[in-house]
Every structure is written in C-alpha cells, then in structure tokens.
C-alpha cells in the first residue's frame, strides 16, 4: 500500500495525530480554523486516508490506526526499498556522499547497528 501523502494530506494527517482521538465534529471546525476547510473537504480527506488504513472514523471517533512514527518507518522502509532496492547500506553511502556525518551522528548509527545485533 502506498502511504505517501501530499502537502495538505500531510497537514492533515498531523492535526489528527496531534489531537487523536477527536470527535469528527470537531475535527471539522480545527480544519475550519486551521486549513480554512469546508466540512466536505474534511470529510473527503478523512475517508482518503481511512481507507489507506492511517486513520479510522467510528461512531463519528477519528482515531490514528497507525502511529505518525509507524507511519514514518514504514513510509522510510518504502522509500529504501523503491530507490535502493531495500538496501540500507546503498541508502547510507548515497546519503553520505553529499553529507559528512558528525561523530554524535556516528555514534547514534553504531549504537543503533550494535542494538540490533542483540
């Protein structure tokens, strides 16, 4: 399933996880306030990605059916697997052949590959 999310789905997406769980109402007048939205057009959204299984709208309850950091793993395991053919240490020498990593970056990445070695 593909969860990229446009500029606006992606605002969205953000007021939801930042107020989970909200009343569909509600949610309805922050879009109002926040993006200058129609209540059709929040509705429209909301059913766009409840059907990509990020959200969920029961008993007018929108709540996040996946986390905004599951969303970002997943989103992140897409992104390596379509431009890297899912290789992580291809994805690292591309990053880093524009861009010298600190040693507190470094350090991070060993601690992270020595975690995952447990």
């Known amino acids: 399933m ?7 789905e992606m605002r969205f997406a953000e007021l939801i996880w930042e107020n989970a769980p909200i009343n569909s109402g509600e949610l309805v007048k922050l879009c109002e306030k926040e993006l200058s939205w129609k209540k059709s057009t929040t509705y ?3 059913r766009r990605l409840c ?3 990020i959200f969920q709208n029961e008993d007018s309850i929108v709540s996040a059916v996946m986390s905004r950091a599951e969303f970002d ?7 390596v697997e379509e431009k890297f ?3 992580l240490p291809n994805f ?3 990053f880093t052949s524009r861009k010298k990593l600190s040693d ?3 350090a991070a990445l060993q601690k992270l590959i020595d975690d995952s070695r447990r």
């Open 2 to 8: 593909d969860n990229k999310l446009g500029a606006m």
């Open 44 to 46: 429209t959204m909301l």
């Open 51 to 53: 059907q990509r299984g």
């Open 73 to 79: 793993a997943k989103e992140s395991a897409e992104f």
């Open 85 to 87: 053919n899912g290789s």
């Open 92 to 94: 690292l020498a591309a």
């Open 104 to 106: 507190t970056e470094i």
